[in-house]
């Protein structure tokens, strides 16, 4: 468990469940499911988590006393301040950290008067792409347009970073699930290729799945699972190609890890190259490992 700051979501172990509590609680759940999904994926419960689990149900206006009151006995009775003790926090930094738990106290005895909105789903979030669809998009020097960038301001940005067509990406859809029961995710294997010209649907099929070094000791295999948008695809130039029928048992057994994650925006990971690729280009270029994905079709 890394901590780094005095701050209640300045360690891992808070950090990461704010990063997956922002997106489940959009999902229809009540107070007790949340917690019960909270008490499963963070076991250990920690003083951290007890304390960021309490924030963020006050935050979304979610009451749950039982949460509450857990934090505050974790204030009260100082065993936060002695946990963060034995990890070798300065008695000045225990001295901050005092201060800002006896403010979140404070806050937490009250409702919340301006909740955050939820934005709760009513339905699961409908998939955008299927099982087998193979698809193509642009790069340059192995990134991706940047999705995040909308039309108006496309001009400015890439006047300070410039991106300029020069190959053509592809992947493959091995799976689709739904995180949770609500949120579309897709385990996509990115395809090595070498050229700018488009595959066809048949040339799908002699792909093989791109291997990337890093600063592992071996190469990655680029399948992963993520999640994206429609306006993400477009921005991006996202085009399907076609649709190849996969083998989805092979693929449950062979990606069962990957099919566990969290998942992260496509973006991050449909680049061909590793980010670092311009530091250390001979140690991170692509890895000359055969891996066809037509062992994953039908």
Not at 98 to 111: F, G, M, Q, T, V
Not at 177 to 188: G, K
Request: aromatic share 10%.
């Amino acid at each position: 468990m890394g901590t780094w700051g005095v701050a209640l979501y300045q360690c891992d172990d808070a950090s990461d469940l704010r990063d997956d509590f922002r997106e489940v609680v959009r999902a229809p759940w009540d107070g007790e499911r949340l917690l019960g999904w909270a008490l499963e994926t963070y076991p250990d419960q920690s003083t951290d988590l007890k304390l960021a689990l309490a924030d963020l149900f006050w935050t979304y206006g979610i009451e749950q006393s039982g949460v509450r009151d857990t934090a505050l006995t974790v204030v009260d009775d100082g065993s936060d301040l002695e946990s963060k003790r034995r990890l070798g926090m300065s008695d000045r930094d225990l001295k901050r950290r005092a201060a800002i738990l006896d403010e979140l106290a404070a806050k937490w005895r009250n409702a919340n008067p301006k909740p955050r909105d939820r934005r709760m789903l009513k339905d699961p979030q409908p998939f955008l792409l299927r099982p087998g669809d193979c698809f193509t998009y642009p790069t340059s020097n192995g990134r991706v347009r940047n999705p995040y960038v909308t039309p108006a301001r496309e001009a400015g940005f890439y006047k300070n970073f410039p991106w300029e067509r020069d190959g053509c990406a592809a992947a493959i859809v091995l799976a689709c699930v739904h995180r949770y029961e609500t949120f579309a995710r897709y385990l996509v294997a990115v395809l090595r290729r070498q050229d700018d010209v488009e595959p066809t649907l048949e040339q799908f099929r002699g792909l093989s799945i791109l291997h990337s070094r890093t600063f592992a000791h071996e190469p990655e295999r680029r399948v992963h699972l993520v999640s994206t948008t429609r306006s993400h695809l477009k921005r991006m130039g996202v085009s399907v190609v076609g649709n190849l029928p996969v083998d989805s048992r092979h693929v449950e057994l062979t990606f069962a890890r990957e099919l566990k994650r969290r998942g992260r925006e496509f973006a991050n990971d449909a680049w061909t190259l590793p980010d670092t690729y311009r530091y250390d280009p001979e140690r991170l270029a692509p890895a000359d490992v055969t891996d066809p994905v037509a062992a994953f079709l039908a």
